[in-house]
């Protein structure tokens, strides 16, 4: 949230910047009416090497070049939605086997984080890049030992040590590491929309609320004090040649607009699910570097 009440708060100098009126509640769910794939059937070639893909053969048809796409239905699509889910990308819905609109943004994001076309469509190439970097079968991306250095974010070093956390603002993700820069967790979040989006840059932890209601109920009155979800982490610009900080007017926050999630959505902070912030703010402290990257 760009305003300078919260950062005034922590003692730093306000600035002003041209806001908008608090995110529009965006319409979630995978309920997208089902619309028919499109194409003839291809010969299968190749299969998953990834156990998880193993028994869905429209996905071993996707890697052969028939795309799963906006409609379709089954456990191959469920299996595709679970291993999103463990890579730490948004499907608010949860992995239900439809192939709805969070579905399709999911894989946006994922194949953004891959330098891939950005259809929403399990095409081929999405497919071999899910299936060579999702982590093995029943674990989370930060669970397992032998996961693709693909499938993450490193972190930046910042005057010889691993930065805190990292913002991949077109993945829409957030990874949090342990001060030996080890990977800990990757969070979905919502970054900046339009002309407030998230800047990229190196910051720092300049303060913290736990219960950030009454800053809300004086920025943002219309929302009951529930513009920040449960948890605000204020950032400051932060130079490292200098050591100095200056306020940024971004923060890490809750939300309660749980389907904004994995969007641009956000007036240049970046939202976090309530008990994702509550995490992220146990491990954050003052003075940790997080670097945010476009």
Not at 62 to 82: H, I, S, W
Not at 161 to 179: C, E, M, N, T, W
């Amino acid at each position: 949230m760009r305003t300078g009440l919260i950062s005034t708060l922590f003692g730093t100098a306000p600035t002003q910047r041209r806001g908008e009126t608090i995110s529009k509640i965006l319409a979630g769910g995978d309920d997208t009416p089902a619309v028919a794939p499109s194409g003839d059937r291809l010969s299968l070639s190749g299969a998953p090497k990834n156990g998880r893909f193993a028994d869905a053969p429209e996905l071993r048809a996707a890697m052969a070049g028939q795309a799963v796409r906006l409609g379709a239905k089954g456990e191959g699509v469920k299996a595709v939605q679970v291993a999103l889910l463990d890579l730490g990308f948004a499907l608010p819905a949860g992995a239900d086997g439809a192939f709805g609109a969070q579905t399709t943004l999911a894989l946006k994001n994922f194949q953004a984080s891959q330098g891939l076309p950005k259809t929403g469509e399990l095409d081929a190439a999405t497919m071999r890049s899910l299936d060579e970097v999702a982590p093995a079968p029943g674990l989370k991306a930060w669970e397992d030992p032998n996961l693709s250095p693909k499938a993450f974010v490193a972190p930046e070093m910042v005057k010889g040590k691993p930065s805190r956390g990292v913002a991949a603002i077109d993945q829409h993700r957030f990874f949090l590491y342990d001060r030996q820069g080890k990977l800990e967790k990757i969070y979905p979040i919502a970054t900046g929309k339009g002309e407030n989006a998230t800047d990229a840059g190196i910051k720092i932890v300049s303060g913290k609320l736990a219960d950030p209601t009454n800053v809300a109920k004086q920025l943002w009155p219309e929302s009951g004090g529930r513009a920040f979800g449960t948890r605000l982490v204020d950032l400051s610009w932060y130079d490292p040649n200098t050591g100095k900080s200056t306020r940024s007017g971004e923060e890490l926050h809750g939300t309660f607009d749980r389907n904004s999630i994995g969007r641009d959505a956000s007036h240049g902070c970046m939202r976090f699910f309530n008990e994702d912030i509550e995490e992220v703010y146990n491990r954050l402290k003052v003075g940790d570097v997080v670097v945010t990257k476009a």
